[in-house]
């Protein structure tokens, strides 16, 4: 059975459900969350599968699509568990957006989230590649490096900033 997603728009308004196939080759509107998993004061940084279609080898947070009728929260915590076999604790929302990624045709409201990280991480490897603990100021210089890195994790990690303040 196809995975459906609901179509939204601009202010996050459900227009309708369509498959993530459908969703992805049309460039259409959905929902996504973004998790910041923390563990000992660290963020868990993910090097995504380089046989993903969609940023190949980038770095990021772990990023979980919404599926039809769940919420953004309910997504985080399946994402967390599902990435990185990790419980998802004390999960906060920070902040959202919408992300624009012309070079995949790829535009979702991304709703970011922290949490801490409980158990073994255990990576799901067909979706990552690696995981590492990076403080801020890692997380920082990949940013600056010039290394692949997705527009969740710049967008989201500056959302982390501000709200640090």
């Not at 959905?30 to 998790?35: K, N």
């Not at 868990?44 to 380089?50: A, L, P």
């Not at 919420?71 to 957006?97: C, P, W």
């Not at 010039?146 to 989201?156: A, S, W």
Request: hydrophobic fraction near 35%; glycine fraction near 8%.
């Amino acid at each position: 059975m196809a995975e459906m997603l609901d179509l939204i728009n601009e202010k996050n308004e459900v227009i309708g459900q369509a498959p993530r196939k459908t969703i992805e080759k049309e460039g259409l509107l959905y929902r996504a969350s973004e998790i910041f998993v923390f563990i000992d004061g660290k963020i868990v940084i993910e090097k995504r599968n380089k046989n993903k279609a969609k940023r190949p080898g980038y770095y990021s947070s772990v990023g979980e699509t919404v599926q039809a009728g769940e919420t953004f929260k309910e997504s985080a915590v399946r994402g967390v568990k599902e990435e990185l076999g990790l419980d998802a604790e004390n999960l906060r929302e920070i902040g959202e957006t919408i992300i624009h990624d012309e070079l995949y045709n790829d535009h979702h409201l991304m709703r970011v989230f922290v949490c801490e990280g409980k158990g073994e991480i255990k990576i799901q490897e067909e979706e990552v590649e690696s995981a590492q603990l990076m403080d801020f100021k890692e997380v920082e210089a990949l940013i600056k490096s010039g290394k692949k890195v997705t527009l969740n994790l710049v967008e989201g990690f500056e959302m982390i900033k501000r709200d640090k303040e």
